[in-house]
Nanobody, 124 residues
């Protein structure tokens, strides 16, 4: 059974940090690129960051460049998203997705598997 499970969300003050985790099972993890997406209330899901499987290339939305860092540990079937200098506009449900297309880890329509999400709230 394929599973992607996100964790690490919570309430944090502006300027604070969180580290999200995405753990996968039930598929050949090392062959898949992983993307992080977020969805704020009333808005569409948007790509935040992605990481390829072949060479670990990373991708970031302009809104998070310099603040977020994505990494993967294939021994643990886990991808991490380190989020620093958080802003209220970073608030939303964060989802991870997996795609076999290694060059499109932020292509929403290309994701084969999705997790159920973890809520991040940035507020004072």
């Amino acid at each position: 059974q394929v599973q992607l499970v996100e964790s690490g969300g919570g309430l944090v003050q502006p300027g604070g940090s969180l580290r999200l985790s995405c753990a996968g099972s039930g598929f050949t993890w090392e062959y898949y690129a992983i993307g992080w997406f977020r969805q704020a209330p009333g808005q569409e899901r948007e790509g935040v960051s992605g990481i390829s499987s072949i060479d670990g290339s990373t991708y970031y939305a302009d809104s998070v460049k310099g603040r977020f860092t994505i990494s993967r540990d294939n021994a643990k079937n886990t991808v991490y998203l380190q989020m620093n200098s958080l802003k209220p506009e970073d608030t939303g449900v964060y989802y991870c997705g997996a795609t076999i297309d290694d060059y499109a880890p932020l292509d929403y329509y290309g994701m084969e598997y999705w997790g159920k999400g973890t809520l991040v709230t940035v507020s004072s």
